[in-house]
């Protein structure tokens, strides 16, 4: 089935597997099932819509709605969100159902639900906060400690400036990585240690500089080895030439012409048509341990999924995701997960969940439809209690009313986000202009113009780190990219001496910017190997410089 997308315009098609999973996953309320309609919008534009869901990276210091302490928030201060303190909102000290109101059958549910919406208590950042230890400064991650300016992170230790961490310790400036320690500019690497600016790469140690590289120790400026060691630009060296080079790289000025060198010096060697492996039958990208998955990325342990973005756990028979993990039966939910089942339309809720409908920040809950933060309850609509019998003759008209308005299905629509759009995890993906986004009818947060204020002298960073005197910290450093302010933080500034490199000249903002790019784009593309011929996905564009192999190919051209 052909459809086109009533947001884009652009066509996309809905197959027969499609249907049958929207037919297994249409829910029954008092003996009628309700079915859930094919999509409206296409797989980019649902993928957009949950992605505006979600505000990672921007903090804020604001006031507990509750208390008045100060917190931090990834709520503007201007937000017109009320938010308490994780402790707080996790706490006793508000009732969710006092905000419980009926449904309205002559106004339209989502209508409806931005009133609820607006009336119910956030916090301050979507976290497992009870399982951190000094982690203030971190969002979409749990159970970390010792960790600053980490996102979509969990179970790290002193941790710095990275985003999507895993069972990792003494890292910064990473971008995906999975068990790992010691690590400075790493993207997308499992189980390496000592490692800096190495991507794509695994149980790698003791190196700088590589690509494509697996149970390599002591190598520089290298792509595609295999258990090589002491080895510069893929050549044989003796250990002595080895740490004459790498004792080269304490310089900021070095440091930068080495990176210029390796990114040519990649373009020599063949990349595999897809970052992923233990894979059966997927069409995606960064895929790991994955059988059936179609249209995924950035996920492991995926089972007949399909559009699913950036999980962060096991997931089976679910469809149109974006950063949900461990459940089964999900459709269209966003931000959600761990121990969690046929949870459909639902943001930002972690923890036991189960036949929940058009929810946000619900966590231990099960039948519930329409509710905001609603924590270990059961049968309620819009946050009031119900009877079984009553929730499921309610839900019946509600839907009946949403089919008629041409609600149902329909994920909530990026005019109900939370959060101003240019903040959001689509700002990435599906960048818009100030001008795009209000003319959608969608919030922008306009940064407030800061006055010229005296910072004292401008302060220039030594190019050598031994020659860092140790009151830099106390300094506050310009972006030599945005000119925005950063600072430099003593547990960091011990780190980039402990590994020999020389401190950056740019803010966490534009560093995450750069190893964001440094990943392939999502888009697909059908090409064919540059050896065999055989065809495949990829998201290798064709007019990109990289000779691009199939998975056979590829790993015959290893060293």
Known sequence: MQKVCANCGSSFEITDGDLKFYDTISPTFAGRKFSIPPPTHCPDCRQQRRAAMANQLHLFERKCDLTGATIISNFHPGSPYTVYRSEDWYSDRWDPLAY?????????????????????????????????????????????????????????????????????????????IRTGELLYGCIDCVKCYNCAFAQDCESCSDSVFLKNCIGCKHCLMCSNLKNKEYYVENKSVSKERFEEFRSLLRSSSRLQSAKERFEKLKLEYPQKYMHGVQTENVVG????????????FDSPDL????????????????????????????????????????????????GGQTDMYYCMHSPHSKNLFGCVGCRHK???IFNKQYSQSEYEALVLKIIE????????????????????????????????????????????????????????????????IK????????????????????????????????????????????????????????????????????PFKTTYSPDRLEKIYCERCYQNSLQ
């Open 303 to 350: 089972w007949d999924c399909k559009y699913v973005y950036q999980a962060f756990g096991w997931l089976k028979n679910c469809m149109d995701i974006q950063e949900t993990g461990e459940g089964e039966r999900m459709f269209e939910s966003a931000f959600c997960g761990y121990e969690t089942f046929n949870l459909n339309f639902c943001v930002h809720s972690l």
């Open 100 to 176: 419980g109101r009926d449904f309205d059958f002559r106004k339209p549910f989502f209508e409806q639900f931005q009133e609820l919406s607006l009336a119910v208590p956030r916090p301050q950042l979507h976290k497992a906060f009870e399982f951190d230890e000094n982690a203030d400064y971190t969002n979409y991650a749990g159970r970390n400690k010792n960790c600053y300016l980490i996102f979509d992170s969990e179970d790290n230790r002193d941790c710095y400036y990275c985003y999507s961490m895993n069972a990792t310790e003494s890292c910064m400036e990473c971008f995906r």
């Open 401 to 464: 009313r949403m089919i008629r308005t041409k609600e149902w299905g329909e994920f909530f629509p990026i005019a109900l986000s939370v959060f101003p759009y240019n903040l959001t995890l689509a700002q990435d993906y599906f960048p818009l202009t100030r001008e795009e986004a209000l003319k959608r009818g969608w919030i922008w947060f306009d940064e407030a113009e800061k006055k010229d204020k005296y910072l004292g002298p401008e302060v220039e960073i030594a190019d050598d």
């Open 285 to 296: 990208d960064y895929l790991t341990n994955c059988k059936n998955a179609d249209h995924c």
């Open 378 to 380: 059961q049968y309620c």
């Open 467 to 534: 020659d860092v005197g140790g009151n830099l910290c106390e300094k506050i450093l310009q972006c030599e990219a945005c000119r925005k302010l950063y600072k430099i933080i003593p547990q960091e500034l011990r780190l980039y001496r402990k590994m020999g490199f020389p401190l950056p000249r740019k803010c966490f903002a534009c560093r995450h910017k750069e190893r964001f790019a440094a990943r392939n784009p999502r888009p697909l593309h059908d090409r064919t190997c540059g050896r065999c011929s055989v």
